[in-house]
């Protein structure tokens, strides 16, 4: 049996305007690729789920 089940999913979609040169768009990029902008988004996850005592026994997973 397994030790988990996935209760629900959730898609985080990041959308730019559909115009922005081509800079901005390598710039962005950069960011989301970054490791440590995961790891910064890992984080703020954790925040908000130790924030409810209700979540404590839920588990993220956060990938590409």
Same mark, same amino acid.
């Given at each position: 049996?397994?030790?988990?089940? !996935?209760? @629900?999913?959730?898609?985080? +979609?990041?959308? !730019?305007?559909?115009? %922005?040169?081509?800079?901005? !768009? @390598?710039? !962005? /990029?950069? =960011? %989301?690729? @970054?490791?440590?902008?995961?790891? $910064?988004? /890992?984080?703020?996850? $954790? $925040? =908000?789920?130790?924030? @409810?005592?209700?979540? +404590?026994? =839920? $588990?993220? +997973? =956060?990938?590409?």
């Amino acid at each position: 049996m397994p030790k988990t089940v !996935i209760l @629900d999913e959730w898609q985080l +979609t990041f959308r !730019i305007p559909a115009d %922005l040169p081509d800079a901005e !768009i @390598d710039a !962005i /990029r950069a =960011v %989301l690729d @970054d490791a440590d902008f995961l790891a $910064r988004l /890992r984080a703020a996850l $954790r $925040r =908000v789920l130790r924030a @409810d005592p209700a979540l +404590t026994p =839920v $588990r993220v +997973t =956060v990938g590409r």
